[in-house]
T-cell receptor, first 109, second 114 residues
Framework: QKEVEQDPGPLSVPEGAIVSLNCTYS??????FMWYRQYSRKGPELLMY????GNKEDGRFTAQVDKSSKYISLFIRDSQPSDSATYLC?????????FGKGTRLSVIA | GAVVSQHPSWVICKSGTSVKIECRSL??????MFWYRQFPKQSLMLMAT?????????EQGVEKDKFLINHASLTLSTLTVTSAHPEDSSFYIC??????????FGSGTQLSVL
């Protein structure tokens, strides 16, 4: 079993839809959880950062961490074509980040 | 958020030459920087961890003599691909750690070796 599992997609949604992205993991020592957005041929951009369990909201983005289920989610409300990108989950136990493979999202106008 | 500058963003070189990529943290000091490699439609692959003032730590399978890393100051790390060959063509990305595992990434460098 891989340390971090993420469905690669691609995921295609209409503009305005709510998008749900998620990752599962196996290492119960992970405490730091992040979501990055990466446009083609660009470096990843930090979207959300969460320490331990709980929810965090920032504008149209909500990150959830459920450590009991080893499951994290990113929700995007009112999705826009500019949200079309690859979304990478990442997590750490105080060591270098472990990344998911990324989910490719397309928001169709 | 914190800004990490990486350049060049794109470089083409002949086989056998060396290429240097710079990574700078512009508005914070980074004692630790990381270098990643990314193939098309793949996730990030950690190559090495760069600590200011000490030798870099390379991941298994990464040739330290081919990928020279220098982290001479708290704001600058460099990756030199020595004697580059076509199989070294890839997208290279650096990142700098601000605190508590929060990483900020550079914009990446696309290396093409002819």
């Amino acid at each position: 079993q891989k340390e971090v599992e993420q469905d690669p997609g691609p995921l295609s949604v209409p503009e305005g839809a709510i998008v749900s992205l998620n990752c599962t993991y196996s290492n119960s020592a992970f405490q730091y959880f992040m979501w990055y957005r990466q446009y083609s041929r660009k470096g990843p951009e930090l979207l959300m950062y969460t320490y331990s369990s709980g929810n965090k909201e920032d504008g149209r983005f909500t990150a959830q961490v459920d450590k009991s289920s080893k499951y994290i989610s990113l929700f995007i409300r009112d999705s826009q074509p500019s949200d079309s990108a690859t979304y990478l989950c990442a997590m750490s136990a105080g060591t270098p980040l472990v990344f998911g493979k990324g989910t490719r999202l397309s928001v169709i106008a | 958020g914190a800004v990490v500058s990486q350049h060049p963003s794109w470089v083409i070189c002949k086989s056998g030459t060396s290429v240097k990529i710079e990574c700078r943290s512009l508005d914070f000091q980074a004692t630790t920087m990381f270098w990643y490699r990314q193939f098309p439609k793949q996730s990030l692959m950690l190559m090495a961890t760069s600590n200011e003032g000490s030798k870099a730590t390379y991941e298994q399978g990464v040739e330290k003599d081919k990928f020279l890393i220098n982290h001479a100051s708290l704001t600058l790390s460099t990756l030199t691909v020595t004697s580059a060959h076509p199989e070294d063509s890839s997208f290279y990305i650096c990142s700098a750690r601000l605190l508590r595992e929060k990483l900020f990434f550079g914009s990446g460098t696309q290396l093409s070796v002819l």
